[in-house]
């Protein structure tokens, strides 16, 4: 092996360590963080302060060196890391290194890119030189690039011509329709391919004729070399690892996470203070992270196939998968996967492939075959070993198979049996199993059933308040949320010559303004992420405090590894009941000063639970905490900690309060046609135990002709 200080000495030269005035790491383009704030994915907004830029290409183009240098360092300084790389991948690193500047920076763009085959002369990185000629030739020789000379795919060589030269080459053939589409072109050609040579034995079939054809139209090309190409994604992917304990397309080792993760945000990112403390090996060898990188690409092949509604590929892909890990499953080097703590266990092949399988499931559902559907749901629930946050969903899904699609009432009985008993099952999925054991119950024709339901427990969900508003809803034509039309006033011109424009609105937003009107002049669309970011902030010294082994495992991280697991609480658990003990006796003044403290300290630090700029300032936060008070906000921090990975979903749409009476309101809006799901139901009776006040809001629709907009 290449000693190890031979690489850190490139590393050295090139990516020096960059350190804040506090000791915070501080990186030019964040491993973790988005510059987005989601509502529909609250626990991963993940803001900062920081404004952000505009960098020039050439300026772009250093700071994504800068990242993948960065990359390499974090990687390869680490002894546990180092280790799952043998001498060649090394040489490898090496031999990048010792490239020019400009060739780094050109293979790191192409290494980006999706691996195919591209013309030297669409090439085009001014940034870089404006003659690439002679950097992609040093890439060549270096073995990061290979020629048009090893091209023998012949659907790889006519994926390379443009539409008018495959139309060209198919008048070459005599295709039957040369100006067809592209693609009826491509499997035309295949077609013709597989026919029998049109020469004498022993000379190149049509195929290859077809494929020379090509390559002489297309020209000089070049692709990325699928060995270094592996090495660099495997360090990519154990950097990025501690990201896609949340995002299930986060570890799908590929290139687009260097510009989807690293690329985001163009400004300096700081962390927060924690002390690293990597205890434990989650890779046993070299073959081991293969193994899992191989996994971590088939399953983001699958997710993407699902994405673009290509189910007999998805099929396809989950049905190779699945034999791979018939076939690997029971690998005595596995077995360690047993012993290690749920949240590392998010990194082991056997995870992967269990989420592989519960997609599988979606598949089979989607093609309408539910008994295979409900064999893999069975197989699923066999193991407890891995996805057991997941249990509850495979429980439901499977109760709803069997009564709904199969007809088999009894197994689904002893399937919703079986699923309350199951300690994993939590929140929403359980409701949902209780509430379609209550349906089958009392069906008059399922009255022979009645007996297997003798010790069915009852759950209490109560009821909240329901109200009715309307809303002049805009006429669309197209799918997707409802939108409203809402007459807007002037706040610097009310009166009676005060201008009144029509604005096209959210459901949410109508539902704000209608609140704003009967006296809470506060009020934040925000779902889970208002909750979210006042637990992250009352709770940050815990989140981020040392002593636990291996929820911290690199400096790039905004929550730790532990955070969406049982182990969170049972990690923390004195210092987490002190704290909401501390929180239940609190005065409103206490408050503020807690939430001042962190706000102060903190502010900008990305963090997976805050998102900085949900509130408009420090102090409307601090309003916020006054009226909901101590003992609410020790609730909900209690059912957050205990249990985040369930729990941060159906939390209501709406807080709105009023800074005159300290009065506050938590509100679900629903438009037309939408429901209460099981989650929000069981977080509306938690905040009603709590003492809030709270109720759905109803929106009703009425007619509204196509008016002008101003």
């Known amino acids: 092996m290449v000693p190890r200080y031979e690489i850190n000495k490139h590393i050295d030269e090139m990516c020096p360590k960059n350190q804040g005035d506090n000791g915070e790491t501080l990186v030019d383009s964040p491993c973790s963080s988005s510059a987005s704030d989601s509502n529909s994915s609250p626990y991963f907004a993940k803001n900062t302060s920081t404004p952000e830029k505009k960098t020039s290409p050439c300026e772009s183009n250093s700071l994504e060196m800068k990242n993948f240098l960065m990359v390499l360092r974090a990687v390869l300084e680490n002894d546990d890391d180092l280790r799952l790389f043998d001498e060649q991948d090394t040489k490898i690193i090496t031999t990048f290194y010792q490239l020019s500047a400009a060739g780094q920076k050109l293979y790191v763009r192409l290494f980006q890119r999706k691996l195919n085959w591209i013309k030297i002369n669409k090439i085009e990185y001014a940034e870089i030189s404006t003659d690439l000629r002679p950097v992609i030739e040093e890439l060549v020789e270096g073995g990061f690039l290979q020629t048009e000379s090893t091209l023998e795919d012949l659907s790889e060589g006519l994926d390379l011509l443009s539409a008018p030269e495959l139309k060209t080459l198919a008048k070459t053939f005599h295709l039957p329709n040369p100006n067809a589409q592209k693609q009826q072109l491509l499997e035309d050609f295949i077609r013709l391919a597989k026919q029998r040579s049109i020469f004498s034995r022993g000379q190149a079939g049509i195929g290859a004729v077809i494929l020379k054809r090509a390559k002489n139209l297309a020209g000089k090309c070049v692709k990325v070399c699928r060995g270094p190409r592996a090495v660099f994604s495997r360090i990519l992917l154990l950097f990025s690892l501690t990201d896609s304990v949340e995002d299930e397309e986060a570890a799908s080792g590929g290139q687009g996470q260097l510009s989807t993760v690293l690329m985001v945000n163009m400004g300096h990112t700081v962390f927060p203070s924690y002390t690293v403390n990597r205890k434990t090996a989650i890779f046993?060898?070299?073959?081991?992270?293969?193994?899992?990188?191989?996994?971590?690409?088939?399953?983001?092949?699958?997710?993407?196939?699902?994405?673009?509604?290509?189910?007999?590929?998805?099929?396809?892909?989950?049905?190779?998968?699945?034999?791979?890990?018939?076939?690997?499953?029971?690998?005595?080097?596995?077995?360690?996967?047993?012993?290690?703590?749920?949240?590392?266990?998010?990194?082991?092949?056997?995870?992967?492939?269990?989420?592989?399988?519960?997609?599988?499931?979606?598949?089979?559902?989607?093609?309408?075959?539910?008994?295979?559907?409900?064999?893999?749901?069975?197989?699923?629930?066999?193991?407890?070993?891995?996805?057991?946050?997941?249990?509850?969903?495979?429980?439901?899904?499977?109760?709803?198979?069997?009564?709904?699609?199969?007809?088999?009432?009894?197994?689904?009985?002893?399937?919703?049996?079986?699923?309350?008993?199951?300690?994993?099952?939590?929140?929403?999925?359980?409701?949902?199993?209780?509430?379609?054991?209550?349906?089958?119950?009392?069906?008059?024709?399922?009255?022979?059933?009645?007996?297997?339901?003798?010790?069915?427990?009852?759950?209490?969900?109560?009821?909240?308040?329901?109200?009715?508003?309307?809303?002049?809803?805009?006429?669309?034509?197209?799918?997707?949320?409802?939108?409203?039309?809402?007459?807007?006033?002037?706040?610097?011109?009310?009166?009676?010559?005060?201008?009144?424009?029509?604005?096209?609105?959210?459901?949410?937003?109508?539902?704000?303004?209608?609140?704003?009107?009967?006296?809470?002049?506060?009020?934040?669309?925000?779902?889970?992420?208002?909750?979210?970011?006042?637990?992250?902030?009352?709770?940050?010294?815990?989140?981020?405090?040392?002593?636990?082994?291996?929820?911290?495992?690199?400096?790039?991280?905004?929550?730790?590894?532990?955070?969406?697991?049982?182990?969170?609480?049972?990690?923390?658990?004195?210092?987490?009941?002190?704290?909401?003990?501390?929180?239940?006796?609190?005065?409103?003044?206490?408050?503020?000063?807690?939430?001042?403290?962190?706000?102060?300290?903190?502010?900008?630090?990305?963090?997976?639970?805050?998102?900085?700029?949900?509130?408009?300032?420090?102090?409307?936060?601090?309003?916020?905490?006054?009226?909901?008070?101590?003992?609410?906000?020790?609730?909900?921090?209690?059912?957050?900690?205990?249990?985040?990975?369930?729990?941060?979903?159906?939390?209501?749409?709406?807080?709105?309060?009023?800074?005159?009476?300290?009065?506050?309101?938590?509100?679900e809006v629903k438009g037309p046609n939408d429901r209460l799901s099981h989650k929000q139901m069981l977080w509306l009776s938690e905040l009603k135990q709590l003492g809030a006040a709270v109720e759905v809001c109803h929106v009703a629709a009425v007619g509204a002709k196509s008016k002008r907009l101003s």
């Open 284 to 667: 046993q060898d070299r073959e081991d992270l293969i193994r899992y990188a191989t996994a971590a690409h088939m399953s983001n092949d699958i997710a993407t196939a699902m994405a673009n509604g290509n189910w007999a590929e998805a099929n396809h892909l989950y049905m190779c998968a699945k034999e791979t890990w018939h076939g690997m499953k029971n690998l005595t080097s596995l077995r360690y996967h047993k012993v290690l703590p749920e949240y590392l266990r998010h990194f082991t092949v056997g995870w992967v492939y269990t989420r592989i399988l519960s997609r599988g499931v979606e598949i089979l559902q989607r093609l309408h075959m539910y008994e295979e559907a409900v064999k893999e749901l069975q197989n699923l629930l066999s193991q407890e070993v891995y996805c057991t946050d997941s249990r509850g969903r495979w429980w439901d899904r499977l109760a709803l198979n069997l009564h709904q699609h199969l007809k088999e009432t009894k197994k689904a009985i002893e399937c919703i049996r079986k699923g309350l008993a199951d300690s994993f099952v939590r929140t929403g999925h359980r409701l949902s199993l209780y509430q379609r054991a209550l349906r089958i119950r009392d069906s008059s024709s399922n009255k022979k059933f009645r007996s297997l339901f003798q010790e069915l427990q009852v759950m209490i969900v109560e009821d909240v308040t329901h109200v009715t508003i309307k809303g002049k809803m805009y006429p669309q034509t197209g799918l997707g949320k409802s939108v409203f039309l809402m007459e807007d006033v002037d706040d610097e011109e009310k009166g009676e010559d005060s201008a009144v424009s029509t604005v096209i609105c959210s459901v949410e937003e109508l539902a704000l303004t209608h609140y704003k009107q009967n006296g809470f002049d506060q009020g934040i669309h925000g779902e889970g992420s208002t909750f979210s970011t006042l637990y992250g902030l009352l709770m940050w010294d815990i989140i981020f405090m040392d002593g636990i082994p291996d929820v911290f495992r690199n400096s790039y991280q905004a929550f730790p590894l532990d955070l969406c697991t049982d182990s969170f609480y049972e990690n923390r658990r004195d210092a987490i009941e002190a704290r909401l003990q501390l929180l239940h006796a609190a005065s409103s003044e206490t408050l503020k000063e807690l939430l001042a403290d962190v706000w102060s300290t903190q502010e900008g630090k990305v963090s997976a639970l805050v998102s900085w700029n949900r509130f408009t300032s420090l102090q409307q936060a601090q309003s916020l905490v006054s009226c909901l008070g101590g003992p609410f906000l020790s609730g909900v921090c209690r059912r957050l900690a205990r249990d985040l990975r369930h729990c941060r979903g159906g939390l209501p749409d709406l807080v709105v309060w009023s800074t005159h009476d300290h009065c506050f309101k938590l509100v």
